[in-house]
């Protein structure tokens, strides 16, 4: 009996085995490419001569659900409005229309990277995908394949450093770029100031505070008279902010990616009398979501970062660009509302950027695309604000790398040049 | 190729019950297995390679999951931190370029012992108060993987690639990799199967039906809760070091609480309690976010739970016990047909002989 049960199981495991392989079947695509390099010249795969396939890997559910969808979104109606005007014009003469892959990866960098095995075949390059450990799940792996991995949504330097990272280039400013904006600002003002930090205990935090640091080196004005840090993991950082408190200092720099905990701390520095001027990273500064609800009314300045034209804001409303992409999201982005996230914004750009690329590229391979992409010039794509662009020569920087300062008017914010 | 896998796949739906019997099947069948195994990784497309492998490595953490809560009935929501610790352990490993095979000892090594401190405490408590003490280790896990950033890299991770194919194997780096992954996962799933068939397992058995019936038989459910929550780490420790192996990367990420719940929903869907079960989990657990990502890629967590329901409502028993449901069907089938008929054998009445006839299996129905 015992016997018996057993070659049953083993049954079992070779129809489960058999099983398996049919359903990978199904998903997997031919193994061209594998270990074999292609001819020089040769078109790369994921490229013919009427279409060019990019994929996306970003979280479409979970918590980071919400800017995920906008890293798609964004850049799939970009390219479907011009698909609809005909395709673009690549450096080699031919047209071709791009289509987009987009898979899901629930920030999970174990799926991300799975996502990028089925897709490394079939597309030219992968782009625009939001996160960091989920692009660094396949760093390594797409350096090996010699796969693009450019102009993906994550503050994280080591995508932009050429050396360490030959096939990827980072879009969003590193988080040094903002940190250094803030610095700059401040030390344009003449009156002393006394600085606290409060950043969260990992690469973001330490990132934005070690731009900040650079930028006031030598400002003899400016202060920094408390320094705390914070667990991401946190739900309150209740005790760091009265300790901050104390130190009476006017400009509180805080490094905090988390939006509860931002919210709780403008709500929680007010109890304590504390009404210093803020200064707020570009991903926890949004006006509806963080800064009604935390009342930041009632400090003298809410300052943050952008680089990208808000649609909601009316200074906007007119604006060319603003509605052609409002227009093209609708229609070609499968994203009806008017976009919640930045992203959305920083995606459409990533299309203009590709398409750039792709005008100056002279060959249908991926060393030709990425000899095109790593030489943009200060191309101010749409939606970008003034002062600001895509340079994409600078080893170390990623593609947008210059940020303007803005300052919170009770609405939306308005781009300042000095510090008052 | 093709006739070799087809021949076991459609081979229980023969009408002969004996043919299982002959001396010659019961040899064939596993060296059959060896073989696919072997021959598998040459004829698979790179993807495929890939997503076999991937199988493998949740395969073995749902088999660890499976010891502490399948087999011996604790339940454990903390598996996936001693996979995360298990990887940490590998890419600190190469990365300080130690031997890979003090690696592989270290990944098993650390995670046991790391278990085995928990059960110690944990194990003294019942029913749910082991699991919300497992629910502690992801928790904990996240933020000190952060924290630690000397030896994790903090929320930025590691990354190590140590699977190259050795020169002069004319094997491919996936190749490669899958055969590392069927070569120790193999052994792990062997190990484990004759642990539950003998008498450890049969001790777990009782620690699971009856802690007090298990005590009165001189089996002490406390040292065999924590043996087999100690063997559920190290098992937990293997399936880490194979997911740096195969992922080549881990982060905070990694060990987060969700992907626990997942591990344990892979488990129930594959089949509690079974060898055949871990395995199928492993594959639940990596294709199904494939499928529905093709299906639709912004309903994924919606399909997913979806699926959750669908199989859990007409497989209770999990995945592996879907060659007994269609068995028993097709009875009820025969005997809808023919009322006149009478059941061809007696264990065919659902639930009166098939405790006594079919230990293993039956196991499975009380996940």
């Known amino acids: ?420 | 190729m093709a006739r070799v896998m087809t021949a076991p796949a459609s081979s229980p739906s023969s009408p002969s019950s004996s043919w299982r019997r002959r001396p010659w099947v019961r040899w064939a069948t596993p060296l059959l297995i060896v073989a696919v195994l072997a021959v598998l990784p040459l004829v698979g497309t790179e993807f495929q390679n890939e997503t076999l492998a991937r199988i493998g490595v949740f395969a073995v953490a749902v088999l660890g999951l499976n010891v502490v809560m399948g087999y011996t009935g604790q339940v454990s929501l903390g598996q996936i931190f001693f996979l995360g610790f298990g990887a940490y352990v590998t890419a600190y490993g190469v990365s300080q370029d130690w031997n890979i095979v003090l690696v592989f000892v270290l990944a098993c090594l650390l995670p046991a012992a790391a278990g085995l401190l928990v059960a110690l405490a944990a194990a003294r408590l019942g029913g749910l108060a082991i699991a919300m003490v497992t629910i502690a280790l992801p928790i904990v896990g996240v933020p000190l993987a952060k924290r630690l950033n000397e030896y994790t890299g903090g929320s930025q991770g590691l990354s190590a690639r140590f699977a190259e194919s050795p020169e002069g194997s004319g094997l491919y780096d996936d190749q490669w990799t899958l055969y590392l992954v069927i070569a120790i996962g193999g052994v792990v799933f062997l190990l484990t199967h004759f642990l539950v068939r003998g008498k450890y397992g049969r001790a777990f058995a009782i620690v699971k039906g009856n802690e007090n019936v298990a005590a009165s038989m001189g089996i002490s459910p406390y040292r065999y809760k924590v043996l087999a929550f100690t063997i559920a780490s190290a098992i937990g420790g293997v399936s880490g070091f194979l997911y740096m192996l195969v992922i080549q990367y881990t982060s905070p990420e990694t060990m987060s609480f969700g992907h626990s719940i997942e591990l344990l929903a892979a488990m129930v869907i594959g089949g509690a309690a079974s060898i055949v079960g871990s395995l199928l989990g492993g594959a639940f657990y990596v294709l199904v976010p494939q499928l529905t990502n093709q299906v639709d890629a912004s309903l994924t967590a919606l399909l997913q739970g979806a699926i959750l329901l669908v199989v859990l409502f007409v497989l209770p028993g999990g995945l592996a016990s879907l060659p007994r449901a269609l068995t028993r069907g097709r009875r009820r089938l025969r005997a809808g047909r023919g009322p006149a008929a009478p059941p061809t054998t007696p264990s065919s009445t659902p639930g009166s002989g098939t405790a006594a006839e079919q230990p293993e299996t039956e196991r499975q129905g009380h996940a």
């Open chain 1, 1 to 420: 009996m015992k016997r018996h049960l057993g070659s049953r199981k083993a049954v079992g495991i070779a129809a489960a085995s058999a099983l398996a392989l049919t359903v990978t079947a199904c998903g997997g695509g031919n193994d061209a490419g594998r270990g074999g390099d292609a001819a020089e010249g040769a078109p790369s795969p994921g490229i013919t001569d009427t279409s060019v396939t990019l994929g996306i890997t970003t979280p479409l559910s979970g918590a980071t659900a919400g800017p995920g969808t906008c890293t798609v979104a964004g850049v799939t109606a970009y390219m479907g409005m011009k698909n609809a005007e005909g395709g673009i014009e690549f450096g080699d003469g031919k047209t071709r229309t791009v289509e987009i892959e987009a898979l899901d990866d629930t920030y999970d960098p174990q799926q991300a990277k799975a996502n990028y095995d089925q897709l490394k075949d079939d597309v030219f390059a992968m782009t625009a995908g939001l996160g960091t450990p989920t692009n660094r799940a396949w760093l390594d792996a797409a350096i090996a394949d010699e796969v693009p991995q450019v102009l993906i949504m994550t503050g994280d330097p080591i995508f932009s450093e050429t050396e360490q990272s030959p096939w990827q280039l980072g879009f969003v400013p590193i988080y040094q770029n903002e940190g250094e904006a803030f610095g700059e600002l401040l030390a344009t003002s003449t009156e002393e100031h006394k600085v606290a930090i409060l950043a969260q205990n990992d690469d973001y935090g330490e990132g934005y505070v070690e731009g900040f640091k650079s930028a006031i080196e030598g400002s003899d004005n400016i202060e920094i008279v408390d320094e705390l840090t914070y667990e991401a993991t946190d739900t309150s950082v209740d005790a760091q902010l009265t300790e901050l408190a104390n130190s009476e200092a006017d400009i509180f720099f805080n490094a905090m990616s988390v939006t509860p905990l931002m919210i709780s701390a403008l709500q929680k520095a007010q109890q304590l009398g504390w009404t210093p001027s803020w200064f707020l990273p570009s991903n926890t500064s949004s006006p509806t979501a963080i800064l009604e609800p935390g009342g930041a009314a009632a400090y003298p300045g809410i300052y943050s970062v952008s680089f990208s034209k808000a649609p909601q804001s009316p200074a906007f409303a007119e604006d060319e660009d603003v509605q052609t992409y409002l227009s093209a999201l609708k229609d070609y982005g499968n994203y009806p509302d008017p976009p919640a996230f930045p992203h959305c914004q920083w995606s459409w750009m990533v299309g203009a950027t590709l398409e750039q690329a792709f005008q100056n590229m002279e060959e249908p391979t991926r060393d030709s695309f990425m000899e095109a992409l790593r030489s943009i010039e200060g191309y101010e794509a749409p939606l970008m604000l003034p002062d600001t662009s895509v340079s994409t020569g600078e080893d170390g920087q990623p593609a947008v790398s210059t940020v303007v300062v803005q300052k919170f008017n009770g609405r939306g914010y308005d781009t300042v040049e000095t510090f008052e």
